[in-house]
T-cell receptor
Framework: EDQVTQSPEALRLQEGESSSLNCSYTVSGLRGLFWYRQDPGKGPEFLFTLYSAGEEKEKERLKATLTKKESFLHITAPKPEDSATYLCAVRGSSYKLIFGSGTRLLVRP | EAGVAQSPRYKIIEKRQSVAFWCNPI?????LYWYQQILGQGPKLLIQFQNNGVVDDSQLPKDRFSAERLKGVDSTLKIQPAKLEDSAVYLC?????????????FGPGTRLLVL
């Protein structure tokens, strides 16, 4: 069964304090690992898709990386506007998106 | 480009009542998804449509939930009768097709509270 575990559940950072969020997964036949950002009261907003181990993608202060068992979302010098819940999802041979429970990030000024 | 539209944004009902949610996907997107997101959890797929047809409804509680997508565009999700445990955010998403790695775009969701 495809499974996604995200850690930590919650993370508090000072503005400018870099850190990483973890997404561990088990999936049969990876057909994409997705990162989404979700603000309170809104739907998930697409950030990245990664397809194979070693792949990296960047967007502003965010960089996503992928290995055969996990993905990391690195946040460099975060700002308060980066505060949100970050969701990881995998798509395997069933073609369904399986989501983790998310990491709630709070960046304090 | 307009995003996925959903209505209503909020709904409060009593248990055993019925409720319906509406979704209009991004123009040209053939695939439409309904997800349930319980507080503190990630979204869980309820049903997937490809044009008019159902691709996957394996996790839809069919004794109380139903969904349709007429003319391959708009979709409605209905709950009848509602239970307390149905309190959640119902998210609609759409994508161009159902190809490998394809991105799903989400609407703002409908927040349902069952009392």
């Amino acid at each position: 069964e495809d499974q996604v575990t995200q850690s930590p559940e919650a993370l508090r950072l000072q503005e400018g304090e870099s850190s990483s969020l973890n997404c561990s997964y088990t999936v049969s036949g990876l057909r994409g690992l997705f990162w989404y950002r979700q603000d309170p009261g809104k739907g998930p907003e697409f950030l990245f898709t990664l397809y194979s181990a070693g792949e990296e993608k960047e967007k502003e202060r965010l960089k996503a990386t992928l290995t055969k068992k996990e993905s990391f979302l690195h946040i460099t010098a975060p700002k308060p506007e980066d505060s949100a819940t970050y969701l990881c999802a995998v798509r395997g041979s069933s073609y369904k998106l399986i989501f983790g429970s998310g990491t709630r990030l709070l960046v304090r000024p | 480009e307009a995003g996925v539209a959903q209505s209503p944004r909020y709904k409060i009902i009593e248990k055993r009542q019925s409720v319906a949610f509406w979704c209009n996907p991004i123009s040209g997107h053939a695939t439409l998804y309904w997800y349930q997101q319980i507080l503190g959890q990630g979204p869980k797929l309820l049903i997937q449509f490809q044009n008019n047809g159902v691709v996957d409804d394996s996790q839809l509680p069919k004794d109380r939930f139903s969904a349709e997508r007429l003319k391959g565009v708009d979709s409605t999700l209905k709950i009848q009768p509602a239970k307390l445990e149905d309190s959640a955010v119902y998210l609609c998403a759409s994508s161009l097709g159902d190809r490998e790695g394809e991105t799903q775009y989400f609407g703002p969701g409908t927040r349902l509270l069952v009392l």
